[in-house]
């Protein structure tokens, strides 16, 4: 499906987002995507457009817009550290608000939204399903911290499982030092206890960023499956 994409800016601070769309047709579901720990880089925006190709409207908000130097390089951990330890849950679920308001905006989009991360943003994805009733589907790619909390005074997303509307289909990597597999039975554990609809896919020999064909740890085939598996799982359930 042949897409457009453009720059755009959400909410009363003007948030930078990515946007990317079906050239016609419509309307579309709305889908959040949001970026790694490493910023709203040029492989977050190509994801974007892959799922715009799919048949949605996809939006990546710019979610360290209030920082200098908000973009930095797959091998520049303390540089992502630093960046993420800017950011607190309550601007992010405000922010991403922003970014679903603007969404609703557009006559090219139908109530219908879905949230999608990587590594940090599997973490936010999901953490916005639970705190924003409109996402009605989340599909977070290994994200860390979603049942023990790495931030000081700070709830882990799995505390406001109550308040999730939405079906989740979380994808993790056997090989991740960043999330242990205990973690991953403690999130899958609390979703089934609290009674909701969840898909979560662990791929024995894959690692944390499996997705990213920037980073060494990608892994076509996982990469490939997870992804077709992501689009039929918002296909039936945004419609």
Do not use: W
């Not at 715009?52 to 409207?57: D, K, L, Q």
């Not at 330890?85 to 992010?92: A, N, P």
């Not at 090219?108 to 999608?116: D, H, L, Q």
Request: hydrophobic letters at 40%; charged letters at 20%.
């Amino acid at each position: 499906m042949e897409i457009v994409s453009q720059e755009v800016v959400a909410g009363s601070e003007k948030m930078p987002c990515h946007l990317a769309r079906p050239a016609s047709g419509g309307p579309y579901p709305g889908l959040v995507v949001v970026m790694e720990a490493f910023g709203l880089n040029d492989h977050i925006r190509k994801i974007t457009g892959r799922f715009a190709a799919e048949g949605f409207v996809a939006i990546s908000p710019n979610l360290y817009f209030r920082q200098p130097n908000n973009v930095v390089a797959y091998n520049d951990l303390p540089g992502a550290f630093r960046l993420m330890g800017s950011l607190t849950d309550d601007q992010i679920v405000a922010d991403m608000t922003a970014a679903i308001d603007y969404l609703k905006g557009l006559k090219e989009v139908k109530p219908a939204f879905g949230t999608v991360g990587f590594c940090m943003g599997g973490r936010i994805s999901f953490l916005t399903a639970c705190r924003n009733t409109d996402v009605k589907a989340t599909a977070p790619y290994y994200g860390g911290g979603m049942v023990s909390s790495r931030q000081p005074d700070a709830k882990p997303p799995i505390a406001y499982v109550e308040g999730l509307n939405a079906p989740v289909l979380a994808f993790f990597g056997g090989k991740d030092a960043f999330i242990p597999l205990a973690e991953v039975d403690q999130f899958r554990d609390a979703l089934k206890k609290a009674g909701k609809t969840a898909d979560v896919v662990l791929y024995a020999d894959a690692d944390h960023g499996f997705m990213c064909d920037e980073r060494p740890s990608y892994h076509p085939q996982h990469a490939k499956e997870a992804f077709t598996k992501t689009i039929a799982f918002f296909k039936q359930h945004l419609g």
